[in-house]
């Protein structure tokens, strides 16, 4: 089955920039989203279709996708952007949505 | 848009629970919807999507078998039916509209809150 990886976790200080990597075959022959979850919250979805925001998403919240590798980059990072964040993609040979294993974010 | 998912509780191993969510605010028969769960500090595992008119229905293999999504647009709700629950089945359910489609796959852009599923043994 596909899958995808994320590095469990990621530090970052307030006003620097954080990169959350995403790791899957060819997974750059796929659209990459990227979601948002703070404790206790519902996902919230941050970026689609490898780069695009959607409405009322910071523009310090972009995204990539080459190669195997699809990158989540938040600039100028704020207290507000600490939580779990997951890529996903969908893997046509079983018709099924594929979650990342999830990267945390602290800011320091 | 708003997504509310009911049915959840304590279900013994191998028992059944159908999950709801019910949905408003925009017009449900134009989406195929998703069930997504969350084990207890754990990530974020798709279960399944049904299409518009609940014709396609796809799964992830884990529940294959035992699960079964279906909806009723006349309703406005999606429905997750849960058989031979097995303590793994222990998760927050969210119900998830797919949007923002193109060359056959789509992102998630509402969830609802979800509503927690317990498999005791």
């Known amino acids: 089955s596909y899958e995808l990886t994320q590095p469990p976790s990621v530090s970052v200080s307030p006003g620097q920039t954080a990169s959350i990597t995403c790791s899957g075959d060819k997974l750059g022959a796929k659209y990459a989203s990227w979601y948002q979850q703070k404790p206790g919250q519902s996902p919230l979805l941050v970026i689609y279709?490898?780069?695009k925001r959607p409405s009322g998403i910071p523009e310090r919240f972009s995204g990539s996708n080459s190669g195997n590798t699809a990158t989540l980059t938040i600039s100028e990072t704020q207290s507000m952007d600490e939580a779990d964040y997951y890529c996903?993609?969908?893997?046509?040979?079983?018709?099924?949505?594929?979650f990342g294993t999830g990267t945390k974010v602290t800011v320091l | 848009v708003q997504l509310v998912e009911s049915g959840g509780g304590l279900v013994q191993s191998g028992g059944s629970l159908r999950l709801s969510c019910a949905a408003s605010?925009?017009?449900?028969?134009?989406?195929?919807m998703n069930w997504v769960r969350q084990a207890p500090g754990k990530g974020l595992e798709w279960v399944a999507k049904i299409k518009q008119d609940g014709s396609e229905k796809y799964y992830v293999d884990s529940v294959k078998g035992r699960f079964t999504i279906s909806r009723d647009n006349a309703k406005n709700s999606v429905y997750l039916q849960m058989n031979i629950a097995a303590a793994e089945d222990t998760a927050v359910y969210y119900c998830?509209?797919?949007?923002?489609?193109?060359?056959?796959?789509?992102?998630?852009?509402?969830w609802g809150r979800g509503t927690l599923v317990t498999v005791s043994s």
């Open positions: 998830a509209r797919d949007y923002y489609c193109s060359g056959g796959t789509c992102s998630l852009d509402y």
């Open positions: 996903q993609a969908w893997d046509s040979s079983t018709a099924n949505y594929v």
């Open positions: 605010g925009f017009t449900f028969s134009n989406f195929w």
């Open positions: 279709q490898d780069t």
